[in-house]
């Protein structure tokens, strides 16, 4: 039925208001504009457009597509298929999201911001191979696009190629020097292949972005730390901390660092930290173990290996150390017990079996520590059996 000459004007007067305010990013009086639009003419197929526009800046991204959906329904085109491809993916309808941008790509192959779109839905459900792919034709039809070299750089460090993504980092710096996380982002891809030196330089650079990006410190602690420059990564993890107080993490690193500096009481110290923060840290108490076990302070050790084994049941070391203190303390069928829990999580550790042969060889029991002792042997440890050779209870 056609609408009124008053019902028409008053139904594009709300349309152009909407639209004013949506320009000027007034999303929420936008909505009321276009629904007030959308009621004068329900098929009105920009109005349902505009609105399912403002949905998706008030990430209402549901709703959006609900208004796409009608868009379509009385106009489908290209722009508004891509624009519900990429608000599915906002919703991480992936596969969804692909399906709309094959839909624009089989009307028009040569868009590139479109091969981006699909590529980058590609990258988000761990398709990279095929990600990179896409990647490719959005560069070829726009080469001076930073953001697919970029992400094409993410693909590829997904697949540990990290040359591959250090070169599309340096492409994403050629065309765009301020591009957001790239110094970051390729600093992580020389970590991963041993450039320390210059993972540092762009760590730096991040700071120099942005002096509160607590992990750019963290991470370049780590550099440094791979370095050996123990004392410049507590400077890092330090100013983590400076940043984030309850940065778990930083006082974790940082407690190695001083445990490789053999400062234990300091690493004692953060380590403690780190477990007021997160008491579920069953990594932090296993290093504080181990350092009380170097103290000689047995007690603590044990109590901080059983935490560590209660939230974390199934990391045999635990077991392992743990048994080593109750060696130390003569108490060996404890030991026995947690030697016999480590072998059962991996039964290809020598060490364990060597541990056992000589807590067996403690209580005297001369026919199972052989057998241990052999054991390491086949699995390439040869310790426990030349032990037991020169005790003269087995001839090698």
């Given at each position: 039925?056609?609408?009124?000459?008053?019902?028409?004007?008053?139904?594009?007067?709300?349309?152009?208001?909407?639209?004013?305010?949506?320009?000027?990013?007034?999303?929420?009086?936008?909505?009321?504009?276009?629904?007030?639009a959308?009621?004068?003419?329900?098929k009105s197929?920009?109005?349902?457009?505009?609105?399912?526009?403002?949905?998706?800046?008030?990430?209402?991204?549901?709703?959006?597509?609900?208004?796409?959906?009608?868009?379509i329904?009385?106009?489908p085109?290209?722009?508004c298929?891509?624009?519900?491809?990429?608000?599915?993916?906002?919703?991480?309808?992936q596969?969804?999201?692909?399906?709309?941008?094959?839909?624009v790509?089989?009307?028009?192959?040569?868009?590139?911001?479109?091969?981006?779109?699909?590529?980058?839905?590609?990258?988000?459900?761990?398709?990279?191979?095929?990600?990179?792919e896409?990647?490719?034709?959005?560069?070829?039809?726009?080469?001076k696009?930073?953001?697919?070299?970029f992400f094409?750089?993410?693909a590829?460090?997904?697949?540990?190629?990290?040359?591959?993504?250090?070169?599309?980092?340096?492409?994403?710096?050629?065309?765009?020097?301020?591009?957001?996380?790239?110094?970051?982002?390729?600093?992580?891809?020389?970590?991963?292949?041993?450039?320390y030196?210059k993972?540092?330089?762009?760590?730096s650079?991040?700071?120099?972005?942005?002096?509160?990006?607590?992990?750019?410190?963290?991470?370049?602690?780590?550099?440094?730390?791979?370095?050996?420059d123990y004392?410049?990564?507590?400077?890092?993890f330090s100013k983590?901390?400076?940043?984030?107080?309850?940065?778990e993490?930083?006082?974790?690193?940082?407690?190695?660092?001083y445990?490789n500096?053999?400062?234990?009481?300091?690493?004692?110290?953060d380590?403690?930290?780190?477990?007021?923060?997160?008491?579920?840290?069953?990594?932090?108490?296993?290093?504080r173990?181990?350092?009380y076990?170097?103290?000689?302070?047995?007690?603590?050790?044990?109590?901080?290996?059983?935490?560590?084994?209660?939230?974390?049941?199934?990391e045999?070391d635990?077991?392992?150390?743990r048994?080593?203190?109750?060696?130390?303390q003569?108490?060996?069928?404890?030991?026995?017990?947690?030697?016999?829990?480590a072998?059962?999580?991996?039964?290809?550790?020598?060490?364990?079996?060597?541990?056992?042969?000589?807590?067996?060889?403690a209580l005297?029991?001369?026919?199972?520590?052989?057998?241990?002792a052999?054991?390491?042997?086949e699995?390439?440890d040869c310790e426990?059996?030349e032990?037991?050779?020169?005790?003269?209870?087995?001839?090698?």
């Amino acid at each position: 039925m056609a609408l009124n000459r008053q019902t028409k004007e008053k139904t594009t007067n709300s349309f152009e208001q909407g639209f004013s305010v949506f320009e000027n990013g007034d999303y929420k009086t936008a909505l009321d504009f276009f629904t007030t639009a959308i009621k004068g003419d329900p098929k009105s197929a920009k109005a349902y457009y505009y609105r399912a526009e403002a949905y998706v800046k008030l990430e209402e991204y549901e709703k959006a597509i609900a208004d796409f959906n009608q868009t379509i329904e009385l106009d489908p085109n290209d722009i508004c298929y891509n624009n519900r491809g990429t608000t599915y993916g906002k919703l991480g309808e992936q596969e969804k999201a692909i399906e709309d941008f094959n839909r624009v790509l089989n009307d028009n192959p040569n868009d590139a911001d479109v091969y981006f779109n699909r590529a980058f839905a590609r990258y988000l459900s761990d398709d990279f191979n095929r990600a990179i792919e896409d990647f490719n034709k959005a560069i070829a039809i726009d080469p001076k696009e930073a953001k697919a070299y970029f992400f094409r750089a993410l693909a590829y460090a997904e697949l540990d190629e990290h040359k591959n993504a250090i070169e599309d980092y340096n492409k994403t710096i050629e065309t765009d020097p301020n591009f957001s996380n790239v110094y970051y982002s390729r600093a992580w891809s020389y970590m991963k292949i041993g450039e320390y030196k210059k993972a540092i330089e762009d760590f730096s650079k991040t700071i120099e972005i942005d002096p509160n990006y607590e992990p750019s410190y963290t991470n370049r602690g780590f550099a440094y730390a791979s370095l050996g420059d123990y004392a410049r990564a507590i400077e890092d993890f330090s100013k983590a901390i400076e940043v984030d107080p309850n940065y778990e993490r930083a006082y974790f690193n940082r407690a190695d660092m001083y445990n490789n500096l053999g400062e234990i009481d300091k690493a004692i110290a953060d380590w403690t930290r780190a477990v007021e923060i997160d008491p579920n840290d069953a990594d932090a108490y296993y290093s504080r173990a181990n350092s009380y076990r170097d103290l000689g302070e047995y007690d603590k050790a044990i109590a901080d290996y059983t935490r560590s084994i209660e939230i974390s049941p199934n990391e045999a070391d635990a077991y392992i150390n743990r048994a080593n203190v109750y060696i130390e303390q003569e108490e060996y069928k404890k030991a026995l017990d947690d030697l016999a829990q480590a072998i059962a999580l991996d039964p290809n550790d020598a060490g364990a079996y060597i541990d056992r042969a000589k807590t067996y060889m403690a209580l005297k029991d001369y026919k199972i520590a052989p057998q241990d002792a052999k054991k390491a042997r086949e699995l390439g440890d040869c310790e426990a059996l030349e032990l037991l050779t020169k005790e003269g209870l087995i001839c090698d």
